[in-house]
C-alpha cells in the first residue's frame, strides 16, 4: 500500500473509531456523545472529500450522504444542550439585583420539553436502519478500503490541489461578508467554509507539511472566533423568544433584555476578532 493511501486508511479508520466510541456514549445518556458523534461525521466528510482522487466515489459519495443526514439528525439534539447550557450560564452570572422574575425556572421550564425530545431523536436515529446501514458501510472498509482504480499510482503532490481549492472557497465565501445585507448569514457561511479547509488540512498534514499545519491553523482561528460569533446568534434568539413568553405570562422581560445586551456585545467582539484573523490570513497564504 503506498504512503498516500496509508494516510487516507488511517485517518478514515480513526474517524470511524471515534464515531464508534460516540455512538457508546449516546447510547448510555451522554450529551457529550452527541457532539463527537457529528464531529466525526464532518472529519469523514471532509475525508472523503479532500481524497476523492484515490476513492471509489460510487462507494464513497452515498455514504457522505448519509453521513450528512446522521449530522442533520443529531443537530436537534446538540443545539438543545448547548443552548439551554449556555442561557443557563448566562443567567447564573447575572448580577442577583438583575435578576427580576423567574428567570432560571422559566429558562429551564422552556427547554425541559426540547431536551427530553431530543434525546428520544437520538434514540431513534441510533435505532435506525439508516444509521445501522452507514455505520456498516464505514465499518466494511477496514477490509475492503473504496479505492478508485489506480489509486496506487496518486501521490501527494497530485491531491494537494485539493487543499488549494479549500482556500479558494474560503476567500470567496469571506469576500462577500462586507457587503452581505444578512452579516450573520454570511459570516456562518464563511465559517462553514474555515471548517472545511480546516479539516482538509488536518487530514493532510502528513502529506503536505508545514502549508498544512499554517492552513489548519489559520483555519482554527477563524473558526473559533466565528464559533462564538454563531454562538451569539442563535442565543439571541432564544433571549427573544423568553422575553415574548415572559411578557406574555405578565413577567418582566428585564433580565432577558440584559442578556441579550451582553450577548449583542460578544458578537460584535467576535465579528471584530474575526476581520483582525482575516485580514492576517490574507496576508499569510494570499
Do not use: I, N
Not at 493511501?5 to 464508534?20: G, Q, W, Y
Not at 481549492?165 to 444578512?182: Q, T
Request: charged fraction near 35%; proline fraction near 2%; charge should be neutral.
Amino acid at each position: 500500500m503506498s504512503a498516500v493511501l496509508k494516510v487516507v486508511r488511517a485517518r478514515l479508520m480513526a474517524h470511524t473509531d471515534a464515531l464508534a466510541d460516540a455512538d457508546g456514549a449516546m447510547r448510555a445518556g451522554d450529551a457529550e456523545g452527541v457532539h463527537d458523534a457529528r464531529v466525526a461525521c464532518r472529519h469523514l466528510r471532509a475525508d472523503l472529500a479532500t481524497f476523492r482522487t484515490v476513492l471509489d466515489r460510487a462507494r464513497t459519495e452515498p455514504v457522505r450522504d448519509e453521513l450528512a443526514w446522521l449530522v442533520r439528525a443529531l443537530s436537534a439534539a446538540r443545539d438543545a444542550h448547548v443552548v439551554h447550557d449556555r442561557l443557563a450560564h448566562l443567567a447564573d452570572h447575572e448580577l442577583a439585583v438583575h435578576v427580576v422574575g423567574p428567570v432560571r425556572d422559566r429558562l429551564d421550564l422552556s427547554y425541559a420539553a426540547a431536551l427530553a425530545s431530543a434525546e428520544e431523536d437520538v434514540r431513534a436515529t441510533l435505532a435506525s436502519e439508516r444509521y445501522a446501514a452507514v455505520v456498516a458501510a464505514l465499518e466494511s472498509w477496514r477490509t475492503d478500503p473504496p479505492w478508485a482504480p489506480g489509486a496506487k499510482g496518486v501521490t501527494a503532490d497530485d491531491l494537494e490541489p485539493e487543499l488549494r481549492r479549500h482556500w479558494r472557497r474560503l476567500v470567496r465565501r469571506a469576500d462577500l461578508v462586507a457587503g452581505a445585507e444578512d452579516r450573520d448569514r454570511a459570516l456562518h457561511d464563511v465559517r462553514k467554509a474555515a471548517k472545511r479547509l480546516r479539516y482538509a488540512a488536518e487530514a493532510g498534514d502528513e502529506l503536505w507539511g508545514d502549508e498544512a499545519r499554517e492552513l489548519a491553523r489559520t483555519a482554527k482561528g477563524l473558526t473559533q472566533a466565528l464559533g462564538d460569533h454563531q454562538d451569539t446568534v442563535v442565543t439571541r434568539l432564544a433571549l427573544e423568544t423568553l422575553a415574548a413568553d415572559a411578557r406574555v405570562d405578565g413577567d418582566s422581560d428585564f433580565t432577558f433584555g440584559r442578556l441579550h445586551a451582553r450577548e449583542q456585545a460578544r458578537a460584535v467582539e467576535a465579528d471584530q476578532e474575526f476581520v483582525r484573523r482575516w485580514r492576517r490570513a490574507r496576508r499569510h497564504h494570499g
